[in-house]
């Protein structure tokens, strides 16, 4: 049975809106590999094809048995696993998705039913404020048990997943074959992913990264989430596609705000106004699933414990407690925080680097710092 | 008749002295010239002839040989003209006898019997004087330039006719005389930009000074537009004044490259050269058949200002490295290497990305991995060499308008140059100027350190995981620093501010790591 939904999503030239309507009328792969059998014209002309394609089609009911199993050692051989939308372990969420991903690869491992699943999108193009954010949420929300999703993109994607790391597991969806990493500059996360969640793609391994996979792998994402969160977009932001995706498979849309000046987050605000929900804190979602208590008041954006703030305070000497207190989430460069604190540059200086030696200050460009997110949450 | 004419060319930055040698005799009218001539020596042949007829002077249809001694040194330039024509009028026995006695002799002819300025007078003019030449006859144009050669007389001649009237007593002329400190002074005086003009940028001006000070190269980054060659073009400023060594030998580079002009016949102040970013190898670092200096030796002494870095072409900057560590470039023909001084001061500006915004995010678009690839442009051994990496800030209007009234370029001249001194005295033993070039014994013998400094370093070391190379480079700048401050011992506060500074070795050059 495999081997036709294997053989169904493989063949080239017949895309995911073609094999929708073949199955809409034969109902199962199975049936159309038999009717293609029987009359692979009539298959074809009602799809209208190109000659290419034809013949590459007619090969494919020849090669059906010898595909698979040349697929099925590649898999193995890459550690990759494959799932069809029949077999038990398929993520039954995903049903809802426009058009079901008949067949996915992972590595790793796919999320867990049994646990929520929220995913985290945002701009490639974010600030600081956006990528902090992104991890603090994600590790706060990862460590109560939320599973999250994201796309392994960089800027918001990419601190998600890291955050999440921080905290528990989670998972990316690739617009490639899950043996690629696509941007290779997230190499570490990828690796990360691999063994604490798992990375998943509809696309067979090898495939490479095509402009027109990502908005496609964009309603995997939000398929496999109970929630969807946007930390930062811009006005048309890809981002909008999968809360789109997440709107027709009736998902929560969450949205942590930005200001009203900032252009970053103008996509954000808009989601606001049109009635999504604004999070401030890690219990805005949680409250939304049933099996969490609320006791904890997990609050991303402030210190967990309070006395943590004042054992930090106390370890700095006086000027570090200048310079620290004029410290934000955003960068800031040198010399605003020195018009700030009214110190010398080089008293600055040097209490900027002791903050970064103790690991509560962090440099993001060359003079540019702010609040280093360890000793956070 | 035989007669010889002493005269001079340059090699490299070095002049050479050159014999010109005519001999008149009877025989079938010809003029032959001889002596490893290039084509503009022997093109001297016309000129002379057509000069000498147009001042009036009759040449008899003989046998005219001219010889340029010695024959194995390649003759080139254009200043033989007036000593080749001197010496056939004088063989001719139009001048005076004796008149060509510890006389040296350079200048081209026009066709009318003028005498042309020409490049290189000064380093012929100062080997002369060095092998005990009195007098230099030499083109009114090049006559100041030449005159600040103590130990000669120098006369600067507008015609042919002069000249020979000046030799045979019809014409009395007083050498030419500069009083040095006075062309000295008022040329300072003249110097306009000042850091007083330059608003806000507070800690861009202090790496600056602490990069003059210990003569530290320096990486400028920054928005566009918020003054980052406004501030490298008033860096010569606070340098400390030129000694008449470093001018004259300056003034040496200037001359064969052609560069010097009527208001500034000798270098007075620090040169600022700020190549285009579409610079070739070759102008940067001289060369040509007969090598010529290029921008980083007319940029010895001062400042070298790369603007858009990251623009350059990379092989063109990657030369950079040999004369940054030795102070001067060689330049290898077949027949000879030449040596050209190249003790210039690194500044270099760039934008943070490709836009220049970042990270400003609302403005920046660009994406990490293009922000990477922008600073990417710029090789690891150049960024090595760069003591001092500083990131300029975008000004709001508030800073522009407040116009607090700043510190003039004679204030950070004056620190500048007490730490200046305490690195003089210091290395009054060695043969290093600048703490920028202590080598690592000299690091360990001078920078000795507090106890708190050294625990801070420590610390950095293990945290940022430093190479030997950066440890050094910051040890470098603190000296600097506390030089500046006055004080002996590193203090901790020293180590912050240069630890602050590094920044072309930080793990975040361009790449933004969170958590």
């Known amino acids: 049975m495999d081997k036709f939904w294997y053989w169904i999503t493989g063949i080239e030239g017949i895309g995911r809106q073609k094999t929708k309507l073949l199955l809409d009328y034969y109902v199962t792969p199975s049936n159309v590999y038999q009717e293609a059998l029987r009359n692979p014209d009539r298959i074809l002309n009602g799809l209208g094809v190109k000659d290419s394609v034809k013949r590459y089609f007619v090969d494919s009911l020849r090669f059906i048995d010898a595909n698979y199993e040349a697929l099925c050692e590649k898999c193995q051989r890459l550690g990759i696993k494959m799932v069809c939308v029949d077999d038990d372990d398929y993520p039954h969420q995903l049903k809802n998705a426009v058009p079901v991903p008949y067949v996915l690869y992972y590595k790793g491992k796919l999320p867990d039913k049994k646990r929520p699943a929220l995913c985290v999108i945002g701009s490639r193009q974010c600030d600081e404020y956006g990528m902090k954010i992104a991890y603090l949420v994600s590790k706060s929300l990862a460590s109560e048990g939320v599973q999250i999703i994201s796309g392994l993109a960089m800027g918001i994607d990419k601190s998600a997943h890291d955050g999440a790391l921080a905290g528990g597991d989670t998972y990316a969806v690739l617009g490639c074959g899950v043996d690629i990493c696509y941007p290779p500059s997230n190499i570490d996360t990828y690796m990360a992913i691999t063994k604490c969640g798992g990375i998943i793609s509809e696309y067979p391994p090898s495939s490479k990264a095509m402009k027109h996979h990502f908005p496609e792998r964009n309603r995997i994402i939000s398929g496999l989430s109970d929630g969807i969160l946007v930390v930062q977009a811009r006005k048309k932001s890809g981002s909008l596609i999968t809360v789109a995706h997440a709107l027709e498979q009736g998902k929560n849309v969450y949205v942590i705000p930005g200001r009203v000046t900032d252009e970053l987050s103008e996509g954000c ?31 991303f954006t402030k210190f967990k414990d309070n006395n943590a703030k004042k054992i930090i305070e106390n370890s700095l000497e006086t000027t570090e407690k200048i310079v620290y207190a004029s410290l934000r989430l955003e960068s800031r460069h040198i010399e605003e925080i020195r018009k700030d604190t009214g110190l010398k540059l080089q008293d600055v200086m040097t209490a900027l680097l002791k903050l970064q030696l103790k690991g509560y200050a962090q440099s993001t460009a060359v003079n540019y710092y702010s609040i280093s997110l360890t000793n956070m949450i | 008749m035989y007669c010889r004419v002493d005269c001079g060319t340059t090699d490299g930055i070095d002049g050479v002295l050159i014999g010109v040698e005519a001999d008149v005799s009877d025989g079938l009218p010809m003029f032959d010239m001889v002596g490893l001539l290039a084509s503009e020596v022997r093109e001297a042949k016309e000129r002379v002839k057509i000069a000498i007829k147009n001042s009036g002077i009759m040449i008899p249809p003989k046998r005219i040989t001219i010889n340029l001694a010695p024959a194995d040194v390649r003759k080139s330039g254009s200043g033989f003209d007036l000593p080749i024509a001197l010496a056939i009028l004088s063989s001719l026995g139009i001048m005076m006898p004796g008149w060509n006695e510890n006389t040296i002799v350079i200048g081209e002819l026009g066709l009318n019997g003028s005498v042309k300025g020409i490049n290189g007078v000064l380093p012929v003019v100062y080997e002369a004087a060095k092998q005990g030449f009195k007098r230099a006859i030499v083109p009114k144009a090049n006559e100041i330039e030449a005159a600040f050669v103590q130990g000669i007389d120098v006369f600067g001649f507008e015609r042919l006719t002069d000249v020979i009237d000046f030799f045979n007593g019809r014409l009395a002329k007083e050498a030419c005389y500069v009083d040095v400190e006075e062309y000295f002074n008022e040329r300072i005086a003249g110097h306009r930009e000042d850091f007083c003009d330059v608003y806000g940028q507070d800690n861009v001006k202090r790496a600056v000074e602490v990069a003059v000070a210990g003569m530290h190269n320096i990486l400028i980054i920054g928005p566009p537009g918020t003054g980052k060659t406004m501030i490298a073009k008033r860096i010569p400023g606070i340098m400390p004044s030129l000694s008449f060594d470093e001018s004259m030998r300056l003034t ?24 285009h970013h579409t610079i070739t190898t070759t102008a940067l670092t001289g060369g040509g058949v007969y090598p010529s200096p290029g921008e980083i030796s007319l940029a010895s002494k001062g400042v070298l200002f790369l603007d858009e870095l990251a623009e350059f072409n990379k092989d063109t900057i990657e030369i950079l ?21 190249a003790d210039f001061m690194l500044v270099c500006a760039m934008n943070p990305c490709k836009c220049g915004y970042y990270p400003d995010r609302l403005r920046c678009r660009c994406t990490t991995g293009q922000i990477n690839k922008y600073l990417g442009r710029i090789s690891r051994p150049l960024l090595d060499r760069i003591d001092i990496c500083v990131e300029a800030m975008a000004m709001d209007y508030e800073h522009i308008s407040a116009k607090k009234s700043s510190e003039t370029s004679a204030d950070i001249k004056q620190r500048i140059e007490r730490a200046r001194a305490v690195q003089k005295e210091r290395f009054s033993k060695k043969d290093i100027l600048y703490n920028n070039d202590m080598n690592e014994n000299d690091i360990a013998l001078y920078c000795a350190m507090e106890n708190e400094a050294k625990d801070l370093i420590n610390t950095a070391y293990e945290k940022y995981k430093l190479t030997a ?25 020293h180590i912050g501010e240069a630890i602050c500074y590094r920044g072309a070795d930080n793990k975040y050059w361009g790449n933004m790591q969170y958590g």
């Open chain 2, 321 to 341: 490295r040999q004369p940054l560590e030795d102070g001067y470039i060689n330049i290898a023909r077949l027949n000879k290497s030449y040596r050209f001084d």
């Open chain 1, 269 to 299: 605000l808009n989601l606001i106004k049109e009635g999504a929900k604004c999070v401030t804190c890690t219990k805005d979602i949680l409250e939304d699933f049933e099996q969490y208590n609320m006791d904890s008041d997990n609050c």
């Open chain 2, 469 to 493: 190379r950066s440890y050094h480079r910051i040890l470098k700048v603190a000296r600097t620093i506390a030089d500046l401050d006055g004080k002996k011992i590193i203090g901790q506060q």
């Open chain 2, 252 to 275: 040496r580079i200037y001359s064969v490259a052609g560069k010097l002009d009527e208001n500034e016949q000798m270098k007075v102040a620090r040169p600022f050269r700020a190549p």
